[in-house]
Nanobody, 121 residues
Framework: QLQASGGGLVQAGDSLRLSCTASGRPFSWYSMGWFRQAPGKERVFVAAIRWDGGSTEYVESVKGRFTISRDSGKNTVYLQMNSLSPEDTGVYYC????????????????WGQGTQVTVSS
């Protein structure tokens, strides 16, 4: 089970940190990622991190602003979001899978419930 938290209502330029904690099984060997679904749109990839933290990937629009990290001891992955803009608004979902590329492609085997992020202009 994946539990996402940390969303909220912020103004443009503000920062937020999302957390996703896994329970029920150890996710140390799983790659994890974040996806965003804006109102009326499909869910899209935002960022992913390999199981060992040795590789990360981001969608172009968040590069330089968002940072994904993980604390395997806490079974938790984070998404630090800086310089937020209204375009970042949406429900953010975390995902996990044994394969990094499967996470990036959006076909991860495990998904958490979303956390809402709203950025006002």
């Amino acid at each position: 089970q994946l539990q996402a938290s940390g969303g909220g209502l912020v103004q443009a330029g503000d920062s937020l940190r999302l957390s996703c904690t896994a329970s029920g099984r150890p996710f140390s060997w799983y790659s994890m990622g974040w996806f965003r679904q804006a109102p009326g749109k499909e869910r899209v990839f935002v960022a992913a991190i390999r199981w060992d933290g040795g590789s990360t990937e981001y969608v172009e629009s968040v590069k330089g602003r968002f940072t994904i990290s993980r604390d395997s001891g806490k079974n938790t992955v984070y998404l630090q979001m800086n310089s937020l803009s209204p375009e970042d608004t949406g429900v953010y979902y975390c995902a996990a899978d044994g394969q990094f590329t499967t996470v990036v492609s959006g076909h991860a085997g495990y998904w958490g419930q979303g956390t809402q992020v709203t950025v006002s202009s």
